[in-house]
């Protein structure tokens, strides 16, 4: 019986990244509960800008939204939490002239962490946005 919850949460946990194996740890459990905490909830817009990127090798030029939002206060321990995410092919929706009047909501979806480096930061990547002038 405690085998088939096991067995459950485990292809719950694989189907969540692509299907593929991928053994629960402590470590993957925390990176999918903050995914699932910051996940289409309206944060703050702090700022928001078009970037690219150059590769190197190729010299391919890559085009991404980079948008900054902080975790309203009264949302628990996310709370004032500020994050910085990278929306890769994504079109820009407001101009900086337009933030400068008023205070928006940006909500991310489909949220994911892409990479934590050594010195502990996060670093976030969405697969659309969306902007609502705050109320």
């Not at 085998?3 to 189907?15: A, Q, R, V």
């Not at 905490?37 to 944060?43: G, K, Q, R, S, Y």
């Not at 900086?96 to 892409?114: N, P, R, T």
Request: net charge negative.
């Amino acid at each position: 019986m405690a085998n088939d919850f096991i067995i459950d949460e485990t292809k719950k946990f694989s189907n969540h990244y692509g299907g593929e194996k991928v053994r629960k740890t402590i470590y993957s459990v925390m990176i999918r509960s903050a995914e699932n905490a910051l996940n289409e909830i309206p944060l703050e817009l702090l700022s928001i800008e078009e970037c690219q990127t150059v590769n190197k090798e190729s010299g391919e030029v890559s085009k991404f939204i980079r948008a900054d939002g902080e975790v309203p206060r009264g949302s628990g321990e996310y709370s004032k939490i500020q994050i910085s995410v990278k929306i890769p092919n994504g079109k820009l929706l407001i101009k900086d002239e337009d933030m400068e009047k008023a205070d928006y909501i940006v909500i991310f979806h489909g949220l994911k962490i892409s990479y934590i480096d050594s010195n502990k930061n996060v670093y976030f990547k969405a697969d659309d946005y969306s902007i609502e002038k705050e109320a």
